[in-house]
């Protein structure tokens, strides 16, 4: 595979206007048919007119561009593109910290697409090399994910349909602060993994999904997943615990056994068994994190949801009691905690925010 | 040397003993949250005459709960990474050994990530699934123990050299398969993976558990300290000793099954916690001198102030937030390492 900057060079001078230029495409052509665009991390990359085939590597905007109707132009994706489930069937390249340049290169890619909190940097420098471009998103609120959402449509082509997609979600979202605009914000914890515990940082998108929920965590870090002590947990005694669910992975000590360990069992939250199970949608920077607020907000509100209560009582009073098994309630990591995959002791040490910084 | 009197070993301890003391009620003091020591002392008395209900506020309830299960943990761990270390580098003679240099950290992380993959998967209690990760680190452990054992051995006794290079190429090659399973199995429990290869003293453990770990050491402690004696004269060589009349291949795999076992269990419920196992000995045997009679009961006293104050400012230093405590004596341990190390040649 040393020679794999050639066959995109080719393919994009097959594209060139004037067949009679061919013999300095080479030269020129690229200059003639590519635009320049500035990405969200403030890059600026020379990219196709039309891109055809895209590669996706991270699992966010692998959902972003299905949901933008693009599924056919994505000719590749990371081992973690699990949603939706289409996305599994695609040529993957590997995980999203440690992908196959190789692999992404044999799929002659228009433009890849990375985010920065979870991508490294030494990919996009890699694919550059082989005049691959690339682009990153880096969204870090929930207006910022639409306002993404948004910008890879136009990117690709197609800004109409994610014109329509994003003020249907924001029709959503502003429907969803109306029903709690008149009840107080629930004070929660934000349980990433219990043991030890890690919960979330006020800059993280999470932290602003929470607040459209109608919910503020305790903790007010500006580390994105601070290692937090329970001590200060056990003294702002938070209403709720909230926990990303998953139906396949691995679990730390289950949400059932927390009652018996010391320090959990002094929260009342644990006491009253206060937690909120919210799908792992919450913990991806893409559209169905607002899914994951609406079903949020049901749990942490179910008095601004009063119609809808005896309806559907299972899926919208919480789990005050009911807890599934644990196997229902794995828990599973957000996105960036990916970044551990990472085969080298060098890239282990790194955090996910100073592993790409584009 | 000089004649070993039971006054001159309780003379040390009893030193010990009182800086650890004092230790444990600064790091009761200190922590995310604010308490007064007037608080403290009246909970700890209310604690000690059963009298639970007495402890009504909040923050007697932290520092009940959650401070003091976790400062016993870290006496507990250091204590037995040091009494490993000591030993360990008593019995390979080797200043460079540790408590992780036979692989037993190794195991215990590979057992503990195997836990967390079978975890789902298996339909269990939820008092056992609490278990399954500090379990599957033991089994972990236990498992490298024997195959080291097995590995090390030259004409069926324990042979130092062998057992030296035996532990380090079962290490490394746990480590291979950990870094296999990493990249191709497991995908979202990387945090927890984190904790094994870091050490962390912030889980807590179910009060059956603290028992068993308790008993345990008593018993691996022990088991090392009758062998104290025949350490010394094992440090002049082991022929020597032998002339002398110690049963070698009987001290090597009395002090080697301990001292694994020690560490197995401390890797088991905090991770992999460096640097404790190897300085603590050195400190000790510079300030005592190095007759294990005293060295092994003075070094657990040692690690267990170094880890108790280790783990108090990572609890403070950047409160509310924590730093594993591994990242906290990595990063005094070794400064400490080489100042103490060229102040002795100087």
């Given at each position: 595979?040393?020679?794999?900057?050639?066959?995109?060079?080719?393919?994009?001078?097959?594209?060139?206007?004037?067949?009679?230029?061919?013999?300095?495409?080479?030269?020129?052509?690229?200059?003639?048919?590519?635009?320049?665009?500035?990405?969200?991390?403030?890059?600026?990359?020379?990219?196709?007119?039309?891109?055809?085939?895209?590669?996706?590597?991270?699992?966010?905007?692998?959902?972003?561009?299905?949901?933008?109707?693009?599924?056919?132009?994505?000719?590749?994706?990371?081992?973690?593109?699990?949603?939706?489930?289409?996305?599994?069937?695609?040529?993957?390249?590997?995980?999203?910290?440690?992908?196959?340049?190789?692999?992404?290169?044999?799929?002659?890619?228009?433009?890849?697409?990375?985010?920065?909190?979870?991508?490294?940097?030494?990919?996009?420098?890699?694919?550059?090399?082989?005049?691959?471009?690339?682009?990153?998103?880096?969204?870090?609120?929930?207006?910022?994910?639409?306002?993404?959402?948004?910008?890879?449509?136009?990117?690709?082509?197609?800004?109409?349909?994610?014109?329509?997609?994003?003020?249907?979600?924001?029709?959503?979202?502003?429907?969803?602060?109306?029903?709690?605009?008149?009840?107080?914000?629930?004070?929660?914890?934000?349980?990433?993994?219990?043991?030890?515990?890690?919960?979330?940082?006020?800059?993280?998108?999470?932290?602003?999904?929470?607040?459209?929920?109608?919910?503020?965590?305790?903790?007010?870090?500006?580390?994105?997943?601070?290692?937090?002590?329970?001590?200060?947990?056990?003294?702002?005694?938070?209403?709720?615990?909230?926990?990303?669910?998953?139906?396949?992975?691995?679990?730390?000590?289950?949400?059932?056994?927390?009652?018996?360990?010391?320090?959990?069992?002094?929260?009342?939250?644990?006491?009253?068994?206060?937690?909120?199970?919210?799908?792992?949608?919450?913990?991806?920077?893409?559209?169905?994190?607002?899914?994951?607020?609406?079903?949020?907000?049901?749990?942490?509100?179910?008095?601004?949801?009063?119609?809808?209560?005896?309806?559907?009582?299972?899926?919208?009073?919480?789990?005050?009691?009911?807890?599934?098994?644990?196997?229902?309630?794995?828990?599973?990591?957000?996105?960036?905690?990916?970044?551990?995959?990472?085969?080298?002791?060098?890239?282990?040490?790194?955090?996910p925010e100073h592993a790409c910084s584009l | 040397m000089q004649p070993l009197t039971l006054w001159r070993v309780l003379a040390r301890c009893g030193i010990l003993a009182v800086i650890l003391f004092v230790v444990v009620v600064v790091a009761l003091k200190f922590g995310a949250v604010q308490v007064s020591l007037w608080g403290l002392g009246r909970d700890l008395i209310s604690v000690i005459l059963h009298r639970t209900s007495a402890i009504s506020t909040d923050y007697g309830m932290i520092v009940i709960d959650i401070r003091l299960p976790r400062i016993l943990l870290a006496i507990f761990v250091g204590a037995a990474l040091s009494v490993a270390g000591t030993s360990f580098q008593a019995l390979l003679r080797n200043p460079l050994a540790?408590?992780?240099?036979?692989?037993?950290?190794?195991?215990?992380?590979?057992?503990?990530?195997?836990?967390?993959?079978?975890?789902?998967?298996?339909?269990?209690?939820?008092?056992?699934?609490?278990?399954?990760?500090?379990?599957?680190?033991?089994?972990?452990?236990?498992?490298?123990?024997?195959?080291?054992?097995?590995?090390?051995?030259?004409?069926?006794?324990?042979?130092?050299?062998?057992?030296?290079?035996?532990?380090?190429?079962?290490?490394?090659?746990?480590?291979?398969?950990?870094?296999?399973?990493?990249?191709?199995?497991?995908?979202?429990?990387?945090?927890?993976?984190?904790?094994?290869?870091?050490?962390?003293?912030?889980?807590?453990?179910?009060?059956?558990?603290?028992?068993?770990?308790?008993?345990?050491?008593?018993?691996?402690?022990?088991?090392?300290?009758?062998?104290?004696?025949?350490?010394?004269?094992?440090?002049?060589?082991?022929?020597?000793?032998?002339?002398?009349?110690?049963?070698?291949?009987?001290?090597?795999?009395?002090?080697?099954?301990?001292?694994?076992?020690?560490?197995?269990?401390?890797?088991?419920?905090?991770?992999?916690?460096?640097?404790?196992?190897?300085?603590?000995?050195?400190?000790?045997?510079?300030?005592?001198?190095?007759?294990?009679?005293?060295?092994?009961?003075?070094?657990?006293?040692?690690?267990?102030?170094?880890?108790?104050?280790?783990?108090?400012?990572?609890?403070?230093?950047?409160?509310?937030?924590?730093?594993?405590?591994?990242?906290?004596?990595?990063?005094?341990?070794?400064?400490?390492?080489?100042?103490?190390?060229?102040?002795?040649?100087?």
């Open positions: 595979m040393f020679s794999t900057g050639s066959p995109s060079r080719a393919q994009t001078q097959s594209h060139a206007a004037t067949p009679a230029t061919a013999a300095t495409a080479a030269q020129i052509a690229p200059k003639s048919e590519t635009r320049e665009v500035i990405d969200e991390t403030g890059r600026s990359i020379r990219i196709p007119q039309s891109i055809h085939r895209v590669v996706s590597l991270a699992p966010s905007i692998t959902e972003t561009l299905y949901a933008l109707g693009l599924q056919d132009e994505l000719v590749g994706d990371t081992d973690y593109c699990d949603y939706p489930p289409d996305a599994q069937h695609k040529p993957k390249v590997g995980g999203a910290i440690n992908p196959s340049i190789e692999a992404i290169a044999a799929l002659h890619p228009d433009l890849v697409l990375v985010t920065k909190a979870l991508n490294r940097l030494d990919t996009v420098r890699a694919l550059a090399d082989l005049n691959i471009p690339s682009y990153a998103t880096d969204p870090h609120t929930v207006a910022e994910i639409l306002s993404s959402t948004q910008h890879l449509a136009e990117l690709l082509g197609v800004p109409e349909s994610g014109a329509a997609i994003v003020k249907d979600l924001q029709a959503r979202l502003a429907g969803t602060q109306q029903r709690l605009a008149s009840f107080p914000q629930r004070r929660v914890l934000f349980v990433v993994w219990p043991q030890p515990l890690i919960s979330i940082g006020k800059k993280t998108f999470i932290a602003d999904a929470l607040f459209y929920a109608g919910a503020t965590s305790i903790i007010d870090s500006s580390q994105d997943w601070p290692q937090v002590s329970l001590e200060e947990v056990v003294r702002q005694q938070p209403e709720f615990l909230v926990f990303a669910e998953s139906h396949a992975s691995e679990a730390p000590p289950g949400i059932d056994s927390l009652a018996n360990l010391p320090g959990w069992r002094v929260l009342d939250a644990v006491k009253n068994r206060h937690y909120a199970l919210v799908s792992d949608a919450v913990n991806r920077p893409a559209l169905r994190i607002v899914s994951a607020i609406e079903s949020l907000a049901k749990q942490l509100h179910p008095e601004a949801y009063p119609v809808a209560r005896g309806a559907e009582k299972d899926n919208l009073t919480g789990y005050h009691g009911t807890v599934p098994p644990l196997s229902a309630t794995a828990l599973r990591l957000p996105q960036s905690f990916l970044s551990f995959m990472a085969p080298s002791a060098e890239a282990l040490a790194s955090t | 540790d408590p992780y240099v036979l692989g037993v950290s190794s195991g215990a992380a590979l057992g503990a990530v195997l836990a967390l993959i079978v975890e789902p998967h298996i339909a269990l209690p939820p008092a056992v699934t609490a278990l399954l990760t500090p379990l599957g680190a033991f089994l972990g452990a236990a498992a490298t123990i024997a195959s080291v054992y097995v590995l090390g051995r030259r004409e069926g006794l324990l042979d130092t050299n062998t057992l030296l290079l035996a532990g380090i190429i079962t290490a490394s090659f746990l480590s291979a398969i950990i870094i296999f399973l990493m990249t191709t199995l497991v995908s979202r429990d990387l945090h927890g993976m984190q904790f094994w290869l870091m050490g962390d003293l912030s889980i807590a453990l179910q009060r059956n558990l603290r028992w068993i770990l308790g008993v345990t050491f008593a018993i691996a402690a022990a088991a090392i300290y009758t062998t104290a004696g025949d350490l010394n004269l094992l440090l002049s060589g082991e022929k020597e000793a032998m002339h002398l009349g110690v049963d070698v291949p009987r001290v090597r795999l009395v002090v080697y099954i301990a001292a694994s076992v020690l560490t197995g269990l401390a890797v088991s419920v905090s991770g992999a916690i460096g640097y404790i196992g190897l300085l603590v000995p050195h400190v000790m045997r510079w300030i005592f001198g190095s007759d294990h009679r005293i060295l092994i009961p003075t070094a657990a006293f040692g690690g267990a102030i170094a880890l108790v104050i280790a783990d108090t400012l990572a609890r403070t230093v950047v409160a509310p937030a924590e730093i594993p405590v591994g990242a906290m004596t990595a990063l005094a341990g070794a400064p400490l390492f080489i100042y103490l190390l060229r102040k002795r040649l100087a």
